[in-house]
C-alpha cells in the first residue's frame, strides 16, 4: 500500500536524508509518509517524472548541478500544484526573497529545527490536498465546467491538470438512470422556452433527490440522468432517491397547449457493482467528461429502458444485495440488450 503522504527532499547534504529518516521514522513505518531524496535539481526532475503524486518538495537552495532556484523555477513552470518548501540559513535573505517570488510556497532555515519543519510539512500537505480535493470536486460537477471562466480552462489546461485528468480508478458504486417518459413529444409539440422550462424543472427535483441521498450527477442525456452512488450504503441511499424521484414527479401536473396537462412520469433502472471511474474525452480539444464505464452502467441503462413508466427496475444480483429494507415485486425473466441469457428482474414498489 502506498504512503499517505509523498515528499522528496533535495539537498546534497548526506544527513539530511538520515536525519529526516530518524525523525519520522514512525510515520515511515505506518505508512503516513514517504521520503524520496535527491542530491541537487537535476536528480529532483527525474525523481519527480518517476514519482508523479509527489505531494510537496523540501529543496535546499545552493547543489551542484542545478540549484534550488533553478530547480524552483522548473516545478513552478511544469507542476503548479505541487508545493515547495526552501531550506537555507538565515544569511542566504536574498535567496529566500528570490525564491518567493519564484512560487516558492514556504521556507525553513538551517540547522533544521525538526518541530518547525513537521508543522511547514503538515501546513503544506495540507494546502497541497486542499488544491487536488477543488481540482476532483471540478472534474466530478459537470455543471460547473459547464459554466467556467475562461482563465480557469487555461489553467485546466496546464501540464498538471491533463496529469490528473488521466488518473482513473475501480471502485463500487450503484448507478442509477432516469428517465422521463413521454418527453419526447413534448419536445415535438411545444414551444422552445416551454419544454426546456419543463425539463429544467424535473431535472431540479431529480437533481435534489439525488444530492439528498448523497450521489452526485454524472451526466445529462436528452431528458435522462446517470447518476452515481459511493462509498457505505450506496446501494440503499440509491434506491430511496430512485423512490424519492417517482414520487415527486408522479404528484406533478403541468399545463400545456390545447389545454392539454402534462402528467410526467419516470422509468428508473438500477444496477450496484465495479465501475471504472476516469475522465474521457479528447486531448486535442482539451474537453473531458468525467464519468463511469463498463457492464453496471450499460446494465442500469438497459434496465432503465425495459422499465414502465413510474417503474424502478434492478437485476437479482442488486435485489440480492439490497436485502429486506425495501419492497419488492418480481417481475420475471427479461431480455435486455446485449445479454445473452435472460434476467431476472424486479421492481422497487416501496
Known amino acids: 500500500m502506498s504512503a499517505q503522504y509523498k515528499i522528496l527532499v533535495v539537498d546534497d547534504e548526506d544527513d539530511v536524508a538520515q536525519l529526516i529518516r530518524q525523525k519520522f521514522r514512525r510515520q515511515i513505518r505506518d505508512g503516513e509518509f514517504e ?34 532556484l533553478t530547480l524552483l523555477e522548473k516545478i513552478t513552470e511544469g ?108 419536445s415535438e409539440r411545444e414551444t422552445p422556452d416551454v419544454v426546456i422550462n419543463l425539463l429544467n424543472k424535473y431535472f431540479d427535483i431529480i437533481v435534489k433527490a439525488i444530492i439528498a441521498e448523497g450521489g452526485y450527477v454524472d451526466k445529462f442525456m436528452g431528458d435522462a440522468v446517470l447518476a452515481v452512488f459511493k462509498n457505505e ?51 486535442t480539444l482539451r474537453r473531458f467528461d468525467f464519468t463511469v464505464i463498463g457492464d453496471v452502467v450499460n446494465t442500469a441503462q438497459r434496465l432503465q429502458s425495459a422499465a414502465g413508466p413510474g417503474c424502478i427496475l434492478i437485476n437479482q444480483d442488486t435485489f440480492e444485495k439490497a436485502g429486506a429494507s425495501f419492497k419488492y415485486q418480481k417481475i420475471g425473466e427479461i431480455s435486455l440488450k446485449n445479454k445473452s441469457n435472460p434476467v431476472t428482474v424486479f421492481e422497487v414498489v416501496g
Open 233 to 283: 450504503q450506496h446501494l440503499e441511499r440509491a434506491i430511496r432517491a430512485a423512490l424519492s424521484v417517482n414520487e415527486s414527479i408522479q404528484s406533478i401536473e403541468d399545463p400545456l397547449s390545447g389545454a392539454l396537462t402534462f402528467y410526467p412520469k419516470v422509468s428508473i433502472g438500477i444496477n450496484t457493482g465495479e465501475v471504472i471511474s476516469g475522465n474521457v474525452g479528447s486531448a
Open 35 to 68: 521520503f524520496i531524496f535527491a542530491q541537487n535539481g537535476k536528480e529532483a526532475l527525474a525523481r519527480l517524472q518517476e514519482n508523479p503524486d509527489t505531494e510537496m518538495v523540501f529543496s535546499d537552495i545552493n547543489m551542484p548541478e542545478m540549484d534550488g
Open 79 to 186: 507542476s503548479p500544484l505541487l508545493k515547495t518548501v526552501i531550506i537555507s540559513a538565515y544569511s542566504d535573505m536574498a535567496n529566500i526573497r528570490v525564491a518567493m517570488n519564484r512560487g516558492a510556497f514556504d521556507f525553513i532555515c538551517k540547522p533544521l529545527d525538526f518541530q518547525d519543519l513537521e508543522q511547514t510539512m503538515l501546513k503544506t500537505l495540507k494546502a497541497c490536498r486542499q488544491i487536488r480535493d477543488t481540482i476532483r470536486a471540478v472534474q466530478e460537477n459537470n455543471i460547473l465546467k459547464m459554466y467556467v471562466d475562461d482563465s480557469v480552462l487555461r489553467f485546466m489546461c496546464c501540464k498538471e491538470y491533463e496529469s490528473s485528468l488521466l488518473v482513473s480508478e475501480t471502485l463500487e458504486a450503484t448507478i442509477v438512470f432516469v428517465d422521463i417518459n413521454g418527453f419526447t413529444s413534448i
